[in-house]
Antibody
Framework: EMQLVESGGGLVQPGGSLRLSCVAS????????MNWVRQAPGKGPEWVSY????????LYADSVKGRCSISRDNAKNTLFLQMNSLRAEDTALYYC????????????????WGQGTMVTVSS | DIVMTQSPLSLPVTPGEPASISCRSS???????????LDWFLQRPGQAPQLLIY???NRASGVPDRFSGSGSGTDFTLKISRVEAEDVGVYYC?????????FGQGTKVEIK
């Protein structure tokens, strides 16, 4: 079974830091394009960041650019999101999600999601 | 950024009846390869979003054929031919034409 399991969330004060992790299983992680997507309570999803299989292409949403850093360890099938200078508006459930290709090499976005890890920024 | 606008925001449905959700983008999502870079997701209560349709009209693996996507350019529709109780939740469209990927506000589908 293909699976993503996030961890590392918690309660943090404004200005603090957290490192989220996402462990993949059931598919070849080293060739997978990966993303972080967050969802604030009662709101819709918001894409946060993307990383290519080798890590040479990285993208961020403007809302986190300069404060977050995405990375991966393909040997450990693990995706990371380092979050610094956290703000109240960063409070959300953070999901990792895979991008894939179909048999015709057409892009399939977010075909696998984890269950999410909750980040709460509050004093 | 591309703005995605869904309607309606709330949709009461009757099991066995059809249902339809509209999604409009602020820019065309049609690429030169002929595909529309528009996906549909369903988020059931307490669960992560689930991919239903990719590139406008392609059903994701395991998605029942009662779900279909159509449209081109800036106007898209998700149709459910016969609603079942398990289809309740919030439906989102998302454009994958350019970064950042952006979602619609969501359409909450509930049983009448």
């Amino acid at each position: 079974e293909m699976q993503l399991v996030e961890s590392g969330g918690g309660l943090v004060q404004p200005g603090g830091s957290l490192r989220l992790s996402c462990v993949a299983s059931g598919f070849t992680f080293s060739i997978a394009e990966m993303n972080w997507v967050r969802q604030a309570p009662g709101k819709g999803p918001e894409w946060v960041s993307y990383i290519s299989p080798s890590g040479d292409i990285i993208l961020y949403a403007d809302s986190v650019k300069g404060r977050c850093s995405i990375s991966r360890d393909n040997a450990k099938n693990t995706l990371f999101l380092q979050m610094n200078s956290l703000r109240a508006e960063d409070t959300a459930l953070y999901y990792c999600a895979r991008d894939h290709r179909d048999a015709s090499k057409l892009p399939i976005a977010f075909d696998i999601w984890g269950q999410g890890t909750m980040v709460t920024v509050s004093s | 950024d591309i703005v995605m606008t869904q309607s309606p925001l709330s949709l009461p449905v009757t099991p066995g009846e059809p249902a339809s959700i509209s999604c409009r983008s602020s820019q065309s999502l049609l690429r030169s390869n002929g595909y529309n870079y528009l996906d549909w997701f369903l988020q059931r209560p307490g669960q992560a979003p689930q991919l239903l349709i990719y590139l406008g009209s392609n059903r994701a693996s395991g998605v029942p054929d009662r779900f279909s996507g159509s449209g081109s350019g800036t106007d898209f529709t998700l149709k459910i031919s016969r609603v079942e109780a398990e289809d309740v939740g919030v439906y989102y469209c998302m454009q994958v034409h350019q970064s950042p990927r952006t979602f619609g506000q969501g359409t909450k589908v509930e049983i009448k």
